[in-house]
T-cell receptor, first 115, second 113 residues
Framework: EAQVTQNPRYLITVTGKKLTVTCSQNMNHEYMSWYRQDPGLGLRQIYYSMNVEVTDKGDVPEGYKVSRKEKRNFPLILESPSPNQTSLYFC??????????????FGDGTRLSIL | QKEVEQNSGPLSVPEGAIASLNCTYSDRGSQSFFWYRQYSGKSPELIMS????GDKEDGRFTAQLNKASQYVSLLIRDSQPSDSATYLCAVKASGGGADGLTFGKGTHLIIQP
């Protein structure tokens, strides 16, 4: 089954404790992206990757890091989480980011709470 | 700054009626347009895509695009209670760019039994 898998689905942690949210897709997609979704603000892009070893900032990259060492995986890293990073996070992928007609497929989301 | 505007709602529609959802966008270079449905706490699910002016029908759903007016809409015929969700309009710029989708904030649709 074609899917984007995120882990964990839920996480409650404390300020400053490094955490990683994993994202894996089994569709051989080149393009992967991270979004956060907040009430009243909608979905905002954090980082994206056009292919292996190619990553770039989205609209709200501050406080986040990503890596793309393998095509299927695109982890989101919070080196020193803060309460304003409490949010619902989605990973998404598409066949090609450069081709405009490729829709993105979303993972089930990770609800992150930073205390 | 690329913007995608949607009326947040809630939009309340009787069961069996036509629900009409609207979206405007600011970037004239936009080429691809998507409608996603999102149930509360769940991930966005693609329901329609449209790339050229006019109408595109898929079952009970019809997407309409007018690039001159920078306007895209989604019609849901024979609305069902299960259609109650937030509908996100997403726009992508012309091919070759590395940009992701720009999302509207969504319209909350309520289908009243």
């Amino acid at each position: 089954e074609a899917q984007v898998t995120q882990n964990p689905r839920y996480l409650i942690t404390v300020t400053g404790k490094k955490l990683t949210v994993t994202c894996s897709q089994n569709m051989n997609h080149e393009y992967m992206s991270w979004y956060r979704q907040d009430p009243g603000l909608g979905l905002r892009q954090i980082y994206y990757s056009m292919n292996v070893e190619v990553t770039d900032k989205g609209d709200v990259p501050e406080g986040y890091k990503v890596s793309r060492k393998e095509k299927r995986n695109f982890p989101l890293i919070l080196e020193s989480p803060s309460p304003n990073q409490t949010s619902l996070y989605f990973c998404a992928s598409s066949y090609s980011g450069g081709a405009s007609n490729q829709p993105q497929h979303f993972g089930d989301g990770t609800r992150l709470s930073i205390l | 700054q690329k913007e995608v505007e949607q009326n947040s709602g809630p939009l309340s529609v009787p069961e069996g009626a036509i629900a009409s959802l609207n979206c405007t966008y600011s970037d004239r270079g936009s080429q691809s347009f998507f409608w996603y449905r999102q149930y509360s706490g769940k991930s966005p699910e693609l329901i329609m895509s449209i790339y050229s002016n006019g109408d595109k029908e898929d079952g009970r759903f019809t997407a309409q695009l007018n690039k001159a007016s920078q306007y895209v809409s989604l019609l849901i015929r024979d609305s069902q209670p299960s259609d109650s969700a937030t509908y996100l309009c997403a726009v992508k710029a012309s091919g070759g760019g590395a940009d992701g989708l720009t999302f509207g904030k969504g319209t909350h649709l309520i289908i009243q039994p």
